[in-house]
């Protein structure tokens, strides 16, 4: 499937797996908004490929199964907003 590599906002909602959101973000290098709402990964941590979208303002991981802020998130130099609602960290 194609996609537009001009793509500044991905919202993406429900309980899918996280697997695909690695292979979407290689491509939209220029995103500034991401959103995933209720994504369930399985390794419960986002993804390393986030770390490189340096123009992300917005991240949103609510109700995800995230169980840590991996240290990428320190290089994302433009985020704004980082909506972790509902998420529980150790």
């Known amino acids: 499937r194609r996609v537009n590599k001009q793509m500044r906002s991905l919202l993406l909602f429900g309980e899918r797996k996280g697997s ?14 991401l ?30 199964y995230i169980i840590n802020i991996p240290a990428f998130i320190s290089n994302l130099q433009f985020l704004q907003t980082l909506d972790a609602s509902g998420c529980f960290f150790p």
């Open 20 to 33: 695909y959101v690695e292979t979407i973000t290689l491509k939209l290098k220029l995103l500034r908004v």
């Open 35 to 64: 959103n995933l709402i209720g994504i369930q990964f399985v390794s419960s941590e986002l993804p390393d490929v986030i770390g490189g979208l340096i123009h992300l303002r917005y991240l949103g991981i609510a109700n995800t």
